[in-house]
């Protein structure tokens, strides 16, 4: 599973890694962000591209995992 650190940045830099990701294929991947709308963002994005995506919230933000 690939994982794309987008902790801390700001928007839509974690949207441009994750779609990054996922063109590189090869599986699921975990994407890391800080704040709720960043996952919101995210979980959008996978949607929106045929994608599921599920999130869970961890100690410092939220984990998506896209498959």
């Given amino acids: 599973m690939k994982i794309v ?3 801390g940045l700001s928007c839509p830099e974690p949207v441009m890694l ?3 990701a996922l063109k590189e294929g090869g599986g699921p ?3 890391l962000v800080t704040e709720p709308h ?3 963002n995210v979980e959008k994005y996978a949607k929106d591209h045929g994608r599921k995506a ?3 919230e961890t100690e410092d ?3 998506v ?3």
Wanted: aromatic fraction near 4%; charged fraction near 40%; proline fraction near 0%.
């Fill in 5 to 7: 650190d987008a902790r």
């Fill in 18 to 20: 994750t779609e990054d």
């Fill in 29 to 31: 991947v975990k994407v």
């Fill in 38 to 40: 960043q996952r919101m």
């Fill in 54 to 56: 599920v999130s869970e």
């Fill in 61 to 63: 933000g939220f984990a």
């Fill in 65 to 67: 995992v896209i498959e």
